[in-house]
Structure formats: C-alpha cells, structure tokens
C-alpha cells in the first residue's frame, strides 16, 4: 500500500476538484495541507464523498468558506476514508495548493 504523499491538486477557481480517492478494498488515514500563493485570501470547501458522488455536496463537507490569509497554509488531520471514498476540493481563486498526506492499508 502507498504512503507519504498521496495526491495533490491546484484546482481552477470555483471548480469541484477530485482531490484523492481511497483505492478499492482499502482504507486511508489521512492529511490535508492547503496552501494560498496567492496576495489575496481564498475560502475553500473540502468534501468526504462517496465513490459514485462528482463533486461537493454541501452535506458532507469537513471545511466550508473557510478563509486561508494570502502566503498562508491550513492543515486538517485526523481524516479516515473507507474503500473508494473521495475527497473533494474547491478554492475561491486559483493559485491554491491541496496536498494530501497519509497512508493506506
């Protein structure tokens, strides 16, 4: 099974971005580090899916309009997904780096 970096994204604007999927029969313990490059703040969104689900539902969201400062990071621990779920990512600019960090088994 994989570990370390598992995924990263930098999604287009107000786009729902596919950020990790657990592969099937496994499960992922998991971080999030976001990071803003950018002179201005982003709200971003992040979302725990399920394996047939395209995008954010505002149900099942971990982190909602949450505002990352310009040159700033944010990290989110502590995220267990079972087999094929998804993590969802979207940012208010562009310029905004999800990286997922764990493992899996």
Do not use: H, W
Request: some cysteine; proline content about 3%; aromatic content about 8%.
């Amino acid at each position: 099974m994989a570990n370390g970096r598992l995924a990263a994204v930098t999604p287009t604007a107000t786009v729902d971005t596919l950020l990790y999927q657990v592969p099937s029969s496994s499960t992922g313990s998991l971080l999030i580090s976001v990071c803003n490059t950018n002179t201005a703040s982003s709200n971003i969104r992040i979302s725990i899916e399920n394996s047939s689900a395209v995008g954010i539902a505002t149900t099942n969201c971990i982190e909602y309009e949450t505002t990352i400062a310009p040159y700033s990071s944010f990290e989110r621990g502590g995220i267990v997904l079972g087999n094929q779920q998804k993590l969802f990512c979207d940012s208010s600019i562009s310029g905004v780096n999800f990286i997922v960090y764990g493992y899996e088994e």
